[in-house]
């Protein structure tokens, strides 16, 4: 079941974080980046169900006007 | 000699059938003497059905083609007889690299489990594993092997099929109860009975180069990803038999097959590889694309196919050949049962129902690969180079490289012709419909594998005592049966169970179809009658 309730301790410092993770990188670069940092994260959590449903939330929000 | 059997031709040789004044009726008919078409030949032939077997040429394949036979393969080669000749003659490997660019991201060494008698695969050129296929085929009388004998015309009737078969003295007609086509990836039997095989084609090209050298390459399998030698493709090497070294340059989708060809476009690249000081010499190159493709079914009437002509798969874990060996381990005993009038036509659905679900295994495994290898997008060539980069020091990430996942025989997990028995409340053990796990066991102290010892026909396997086997080679009546005593080694306890009393039953094809925990004549008997699709529930 993927946790979509508030998780984390400090939103705006994670956010942060993850903006500065791509600072002074190419977009390319980044694209790099993020897609090392979903695989990283996905083995992380390792349940399929978990991340099946993390994929459908990100794939329908595009998806949607 | 073995170095000559590249170049050896088979002789055309008339038939009786040519000169009869009606058509002869023949059990079964298979076309194509590939390594499908003869593996189910030599199978009918020692259940004692008369085949024969019509191929339009009159030589053995040329180049390596198929070139990594699997230990599921290797296993039904021991019962056909070329099992050890295959071994003896093929390079075994077991470490395996992955590179990245010029750097090596990781290697991986696929030893097998202790106690199997023959290895996870071997490469060996597809044209020994036929020459080892016609050897055995010439010595079984009831194979009538017939070259130059092209099919020119199917026509299925209710009760056989008849195929107009052209020769170098014309054309004529000869009957079959069942024609078996294994006739290839573009199979004329399939174009003749107005079917296709469709999927999905891969517009890639890659180039095969089998090259001659005694350099000291170690014997192991090397995949590159974009190589300094090969910018932005993969390349695969790996080592034959006779110092022959297969390379699969990919060249992407836009490159001329034709000039790709030519000796003076394909040094350049294999000197790149191997080294400028490197001396070699080039035996066969070949330009291929593929598709994962198949036909709908694989029966239709009285004609059945089996092989590339019902399914194709990328070359990427070198499914094709071994899927087809496959096929043919299936449907022989079947075929060989209905025409001996010990089972009813319908079991030969079952072939279908088993080998199609195995040909999507396959289809899928072999795709996943592509997509990798290959990737169709920027946003997928993206997320594989991710998994690259992080392979290297991530153990994860090499979980999820993939340049191949090699062979695994497919388990038949729903079939019709399994019985549920007791398989439910085993723990451990082969499961219903897999495969039968080798291991030692010892015959009047003596060591032998067990896999040696069961798939002549049914075969019933029973712990009678922590140190007994007793197997039963089940015959057509119970006064035909076979017994066996068999001292079990602790493997053979590990892989199928320490509990006395369980009773394995195993199909022809040494795939379990029952087991229990305790013996009982009567289930067993049931189970046998369903797996011959007597009683399906």
């Known amino acids: ?65 | 000699m073995d170095v000559n059997h590249p170049a050896q031709t088979f002789d055309y040789v008339r038939s009786a059938d040519q000169d009869s004044p009606v058509a002869a009726l023949h059990p079964v008919v298979i076309v194509g003497a590939g390594p499908v078409g003869l593996t189910l030949a030599i199978d009918l032939a020692k259940k004692g059905i008369p085949v024969v077997v019509l191929d339009d040429d009159h030589r053995l394949s040329t180049g390596s083609r198929a070139i990594c036979f699997a230990k599921r393969t290797l296993e039904i080669f021991d019962r056909l007889g070329i099992g050890e000749r295959c071994v003896n003659k093929g390079v075994s490997w077991n470490v395996g690299k992955v590179f990245l660019r010029e750097q090596l991201l990781y290697e991986f060494n696929l030893l097998p489990e202790r106690n199997h008698q023959r290895p996870a695969f071997i490469n060996l050129q597809q044209y020994y594993v036929e020459a080892f296929l016609n050897d055995a085929a010439r010595a079984e009388s009831n194979v009538d092997l017939r070259w130059k004998n092209k099919v020119v015309g199917v026509t299925q009737g209710d009760e056989s099929v008849t195929l107009s078969v052209d020769t170098p003295d014309g054309i004529h007609s000869i009957n079959a109860r069942y024609v078996v086509a294994c006739d290839g990836a573009r199979s004329p039997i399939r174009g003749f009975i107005g079917q296709e095989s469709k999927g999905q084609v891969f517009r890639d090209r890659f180039l095969i180069a089998d090259v001659k050298m005694t350099a000291p390459f170690p014997t192991e399998r090397w995949f590159w990803f974009d190589p300094p030698f090969h910018p932005n493709q993969s390349v695969l090497l790996h080592k034959q038999p006779d110092d022959v070294w297969r390379i699969d340059f990919q060249l992407g989708w836009d490159a001329d097959p034709e000039l790709e060809k030519r000796p003076e476009n394909v040094l350049p690249r294999v000197r790149a590889l191997l080294g400028a000081d490197t001396a070699f010499e080039l035996e066969w190159v070949s330009v291929y694309t593929f598709a994962c493709m198949r036909m709908e079914k694989f029966r239709h009437g009285r004609v059945l196919f089996a092989g590339d002509s019902a399914h194709g798969v990328s070359p990427f874990g070198a499914r094709g050949a071994n899927s087809g060996i496959q096929d043919a381990d299936n449907l022989g005993w079947k075929l060989a049962a209905v025409v001996n009038g010990a089972a009813p036509d319908a079991l030969i659905d079952s072939y279908c129902a088993e080998r199609e679900f195995a040909a999507d295994e396959n289809i899928m495994n072999s795709t996943r690969s592509t997509d990798f290898i290959t990737p169709k997008s920027e946003v997928s060539k993206l997320f594989r180079n991710a998994v690259l980069e992080l392979a290297r020091d991530h153990p994860f990430a090499r979980r999820i490289v993939n340049s191949g996942r090699l062979s695994m025989p497919s388990t038949y997990a729903d079939s019709p012709l399994s019985t549920p028995g007791d398989d439910t409340s085993f723990n451990k053990g082969v499961a219903l419909g897999a495969p039968a796990v080798d291991a030692p066991v010892q015959v009047d102290g003596r060591h032998c594998w067990f896999l040696s010892l069961i798939g002549k026909t049914f075969t019933v396997v029973q712990l009678i005592d922590a140190n007994t086997l007793k197997i039963t080679i089940v015959g057509a009546d119970q006064r035909e049966n076979q017994t066996v005593f068999a001292e079990p080694s602790g493997d053979w306890k590990h892989r199928y169970s320490e509990r006395v009393g369980t009773t394995y039953l195993f199909r022809p094809d040494q795939h379990v179809c029952a087991r229990w925990h305790t013996y009982d004549e009567q289930s067993i008997q049931r189970a046998v009658n369903r797996a011959l699709g007597k009683n399906a529930q």
């Open chain 1, 1 to 65: 079941m993927l946790n979509i309730e508030p998780n984390l301790a400090n939103p705006d410092a994670f956010y942060e974080a993850l903006i500065d993770m791509h600072r002074e990188l190419t977009t390319e670069q980044s694209h790099l980046v993020n897609a090392k940092l979903v695989l990283l994260l996905a083995n992380h959590i390792g349940d399929v169900s978990v991340l099946h449903d993390a994929m459908r939330r990100a794939r329908d929000s595009e998806a949607q006007p």
